[in-house]
């Protein structure tokens, strides 16, 4: 997978946040693929038109980002561009969770990535259940981190695939659920990844940058991908970041280096990431 997205290098049309813009933009070019960064309404659709990808994140909503995001959206849905939607922090305020509502009803997204917070009240947005919790309750998160109850953890592993597979269900998008353990479903089988590294989580736009390597991933299978070319490939991509973040903290336990030397290996463990590294280092499950 990794010698077809530099093969293909395929263009990544970012609509993101200004906390990790760079970060998404450096990943996307370590991976492969060529991004491009624009959020001028006038702009959007143009731009989205010469791309293989949009990837949304609602990170730092302003005045424009709702109806940036949809038209860029229509254009992709037009075109059969996959797209890639972060809810960041839904549920924070009653605006941002709006702005994530009003998207998915105009558009068709192809990947929802978010933590067990966000998807669980994204679900509870949209479908008024919270699967796997019989009280309907959800637990608010912390800021843009999942809250304390809703860390993927083998005793919550149940219901959390529960919460995954119904919001894929609702959506029709494949659902990567993201924690100590990885959650992929398509709504009929659930995949998890565990692969990963705590320093991941102490660093801003781990997140924002698995999305730049989903985006890019799926941009380069075919043209028209099934849902299950896209399952794979949201997989592989999730494995691959956090196997470059395991390779990242034994580089930096070499040096003694903190979160800032972290940062800097992640981006050239995913640079110099090989197929056969790839291969050999994946620790994943159909569940």
Same mark, same amino acid.
């Given at each position: 997978m990794?010698?077809l997205?530099? +093969?293909?290098?395929p263009?990544i ?6 906390v990790t813009?760079? &970060?998404?933009?450096n990943?996307?070019l370590a ?6 960064m624009?959020?001028q @309404?006038e702009e959007?659709?143009e731009i989205?038109?010469?791309?293989h990808c949009?990837?949304?994140?609602i ?9 940036t995001?949809?038209?860029?959206g229509l254009e ?6 996959p797209?890639?939607f972060?809810?960041v ?5 009653r605006y ?10 105009e558009v068709k997204?192809t ?7 966000e998807?669980?009240?994204l679900?509870k947005?949209?479908t008024?259940q919270n699967?796997? &919790?019989?009280?309907?309750s959800?637990?608010p998160?912390r800021?843009v981190d999942?809250?304390?109850?809703d860390e ?7 219901s ?5 597979r119904?919001?894929s269900?609702?959506?029709g ?5 993201t ?9 009929? +089988?659930?995949w998890l990844?565990r692969n990963?590294c @705590?320093?991941?989580s102490?660093?801003?736009g781990s997140?924002?940058m698995? &999305? ?10 075919d043209?028209t991908?099934?849902?299950?070319d ?8 999730t494995?691959?970041?956090g196997l470059c973040?395991?390779?990242?903290a034994k580089r930096v336990e070499?040096?003694s280096?903190?979160?800032g030397?972290f940062r800097?290996?992640?981006?050239d463990?995913v ?6 590294t790839?291969k050999?280092?994946?620790n994943i499950e159909?569940?």
């Amino acid at each position: 997978m990794t010698g077809l997205v530099r +093969e293909k290098r395929p263009v990544i049309h970012c609509i993101t946040n200004y906390v990790t813009a760079g &970060d998404v933009a450096n990943i996307i070019l370590a991976c492969g693929g060529s991004p491009i960064m624009a959020d001028q @309404p006038e702009e959007v659709s143009e731009i989205t038109a010469l791309s293989h990808c949009l990837l949304l994140n609602i990170g730092t909503p302003k005045e424009t980002t709702k109806s940036t995001m949809i038209n860029a959206g229509l254009e992709a849905n037009r075109r059969n561009l996959p797209v890639i939607f972060d809810p960041v922090g839904i549920g924070a305020s009653r605006y941002r969770t709006e702005t994530a509502l009003s998207l998915l009803k105009e558009v068709k997204v192809t990947v929802i990535r978010g933590n067990a917070s966000e998807l669980r009240v994204l679900l509870k947005e949209l479908t008024g259940q919270n699967a796997g &919790d019989g009280n309907g309750s959800v637990s608010p998160a912390r800021g843009v981190d999942a809250s304390f109850s809703d860390e993927i953890r083998e005793d919550t592993l149940k219901s959390l695939k529960e919460t995954a597979r119904a919001l894929s269900a609702a959506t029709g998008a494949v659902t990567v659920m993201t924690g100590a353990i990885d959650i992929v479903s398509n709504g009929k +089988e659930d995949w998890l990844i565990r692969n990963g590294c @705590p320093q991941m989580s102490r660093i801003t736009g781990s997140g924002c940058m698995l &999305d730049g390597i989903i985006a890019a991933y799926i941009a380069a299978i075919d043209p028209t991908p099934s849902q299950n070319d896209i399952l794979k490939a949201a997989v592989l991509a999730t494995a691959a970041a956090g196997l470059c973040g395991e390779r990242a903290a034994k580089r930096v336990e070499t040096i003694s280096g903190g979160t800032g030397s972290f940062r800097c290996c992640f981006l050239d463990e995913v640079s110099l990431l090989e197929e056969s590294t790839l291969k050999g280092g994946i620790n994943i499950e159909i569940s």
